[in-house]
DNA sequence: CTCCTTTTTTCGAGCATCAAAATAATTGCT
DNA sequence: AGCAATTATTTTGATGCTCGAAAAAAGGAG
């Protein structure tokens, strides 16, 4: 069994952690105010501020703020050192990667974007690919290359249960490979993985105060349906438990042929491919088409609002695949809002009624009452906070491991 | 924001629940032993230890362990004390109820069982109905009574957020009723309500010793479908935020009805009263009967072994529902272990093939594979286990709150 | 009766937090 | 210019918990 004790060294990493974390949120606040943010007293802050002002991890920011002139000592905000640390993201999407150099702070430094095919992993190695892709910004930048400390990525499909790669993905050439490879060329930093739809879930909530603390479901609708969780400001399933595979959870069985190769998930309903295939009276185990132009799409969804019975019918199709979907999961958990994101977001007013009547239509859904439902259309801004996010706090954590307190108090003057 | 920093108090809070909660899975243990296990120094666990025994939780047990003789000093085992606390545990189910007594070690006291039926609460409000089986164990336990610190509940149905009564039950006549009256009798106690799938997956966890840190689902199937998940020994879905509504799932829209008024839950296919239903061949959307008799359940499962074919088709369907249920939870939850708990356990046999199969059918089941799938027959016992657990360690965290660490040092010999 | 072995307790740090008091840095008033 | 008022930050001293090491306890073995 052997569980964990608590001891002084663990409440000085939780009271840091705590501090730094406030700090991402709130931006640069005066020790006064992060004390009292974090609950922690006035000379704790000082000792923690001490510290980490020590290491170069935070600074006094001394910018005249030209605000309101307040009466007393004037409040000197701490904030983080912007280029202490420096972060390379990656955003593997099906046609498209990108890679990003953020600095400490979360600005974003600099940015490669190249175009994926269905065949560019056939030529070269996806971890020979993203190293290149590293290569290229680390020549780039060369002062800030040497400080980076953390490699992390969005990816779609199935992470293995290490996380190290993935078992699935609906983009071509990814599965089954080795992608923490780049470490050869980019230092020895292990590759971290993140799946897209959870960190869509967690930068929707960062861009709305409103979900901080609720429970919520935000489900990208577009190319494909994915979809992530959190309850009270934490993401549901933690780390290699939970495969938020919503897309492909099966919605009618033996129903339309998804690309996954299942026939009836809810992508197969839902997603553009989905929607299109029944507007246009496609047998739904046809194969899928590999890829939908964002044009077609909008347009389906302008002729649906003109009317269009195919079109209007396709939606109401997909609102119930995903309706019944948020509906299975409400068995579980107890959702109070429920976020659209992606270019169906466009498409919400007509697939709403049949979303929220296939909600209504459980026990749950009555017991409980239909969650709110927003849009955000937009999905690449929400993805990158999210994956932002995640990397700066994986660096923000791994700073308390090693820090042996050096003690020193100034003498009094 | 103000979220809570770390102190001293934390820790020590930390480090005893710990122990206590060590000492309760273990059994009684010797310091050393209890030091190992938790990973705390043999100095901290004298120090917990003396403040324990001192307040008269844990006692030293020198019963002349006739084992084996060792070498040096003999270990002396601590223990809980089981005459320092009672807790009171209602169970309600369709057509019974029971109120045991059962003292801090966890051995049951007394126990009081009574019928329910239909009409019940119509006579006699639930709150008045609990409150006197209350009285009624008080007054034959005269010199327990006053050391009653806790009342749980098991109960079916779905709990209001504030966990103080239930929105909905299949119970007759106890939705919407205020439970916590029990109050009035038993001196100023909390009623804490439970929902009986989750105790069943928290009990069943503690029976088998290979499910403790696995990824489980616990589904009870019998007169009704019910489930609770845990997840490296944790139960999923905190406090008033999950409700494992898993019967009432929705499996068909539009299919066969269910109890609960909806039509299409996995419950209307695989609780007893569904599949005799298609058994026989009665239109699904006929009104379930009220309660299946136990014996007519096993003869429906004798003549199914037999190959009568509407009997096999039946537990085909329920097992269809059953996997599909599942199926659907694994797209956010990665389950490796699957528990058949209840008379359905019987029944497995004839429905594992599709149990599996349903699985099978979906990117999460080819990729992560399909659970391995245990039966228990019973349900009692893991319920029962499970609601006492929680009470015990609802009293074991409630010890801490108040105890201002008397620090008195023994002088030395 | 003395040595050995294993369990517990005692002792003396080490450290992080906290409350309260002291110190700093400004603005506003006279 | 000088002093009072005000707000921010640091210093001080105390408290409380844990830990490692050493000491004490309690039997068994020879």
């Known amino acids: 069994m052997a569980r964990v004790g608590s001891d002084t060294d663990t409440i000085r990493r939780q009271n840091r952690g705590l501090a730094l974390d406030v700090l991402r949120r709130s931006g640069p606040l005066a020790r006064t105010s992060l004390a009292a943010e974090t609950g922690l007293s006035h000379a704790t802050i000082t000792a923690i501020a001490a510290d980490f002002v020590g290491q170069g991890i935070l600074k006094d920011l001394d910018e005249p703020q030209s605000d309101q002139k307040s009466r007393g000592r004037p409040a000197v905000r701490l904030g983080h050192n912007r280029d202490v640390a420096y972060a390379l993201l990656f955003e593997l999407d099906v046609n498209r990667s990108s890679c990003s150099l953020i600095d400490y702070g979360g600005t974003m430094v600099d940015r490669i974007e190249a175009p994926l095919g269905p065949h560019t992993f056939d030529k070269i190695r996806p971890a020979v690919f993203l190293a290149e892709q590293a290569q290229r910004i680390r020549v780039r930048n060369p002062r800030e290359a040497p400080r980076i400390v953390n490699i992390s990525a969005s990816v779609q499909g199935i992470l293995n249960r290490a996380g190290t790669g993935l078992t699935w993905s609906p983009i071509s050439g990814l599965a089954g490979q080795a992608l923490g490879d780049?470490?050869?060329?980019?230092?020895?930093l292990p590759l971290r993985l993140y799946k897209r739809g959870r960190l869509l879930a967690e930068g929707t909530r960062l861009l709305y105060p409103q979900l901080h603390d609720a429970n919520v479901a935000t489900v990208y609708v577009g190319s494909t349906v994915a979809m992530g969780m959190s309850f009270h400001g934490r993401n549901v399933g933690l780390s290699e438990d939970a495969a938020t595979e919503f897309g492909h959870m099966v919605h009618i069985p033996d129903g339309a042929l998804c690309r996954c190769g299942t026939r009836g998930c809810i992508?197969?309903?839902?997603?553009?491919?989905?929607?299109?295939?029944a507007a246009y009276s496609v047998p739904d185990t046809a194969p899928p088409a590999?890829?939908?132009?964002?044009?077609?799409?909008?347009?389906?969804?302008?002729?649906?609002?003109?009317?269009?019975?195919?079109?209007?019918?396709?939606?109401?199709?997909?609102g119930s695949a995903i309706g019944f979907g948020i509906n299975r999961l409400m068995t579980v958990f107890d959702l109070s809002y429920i976020v659209i994101v992606g270019?169906?977001?466009?498409?919400?007013?007509?697939m709403r009624d049949e979303i929220e009547s296939s909600i209504a239509a459980s026990l749950v859904g009555?017991?409980?009452?239909?969650?709110?439902?927003?849009?955000?259309?937009?999905?690449?801004?929400?993805i990158f906070r999210g994956l932002c996010a995640k990397a700066l706090s994986e660096i923000d954590q791994s700073l308390f491991a090693p820090m042996p307190s050096t003690g020193q108090r100034p003498e009094t003057a």
């Open 182 to 188: 780049v470490i050869g060329i980019a230092s020895d």
């Open 267 to 277: 992508e197969a309903y839902a997603a553009d491919y989905g929607v299109l295939r």
């Open 290 to 318: 590999p890829a939908v132009p964002y044009r077609q799409y909008v347009e389906l969804i302008q002729s649906a609002r003109r009317g269009e019975r195919n079109a209007v019918h396709a939606f109401k199709m997909a």
């Open 343 to 350: 270019s169906g977001a466009e498409a919400l007013p007509l």
């Open 366 to 382: 009555r017991v409980h009452g239909v969650p709110r439902i927003l849009t955000h259309g937009d999905e690449s801004e929400p």
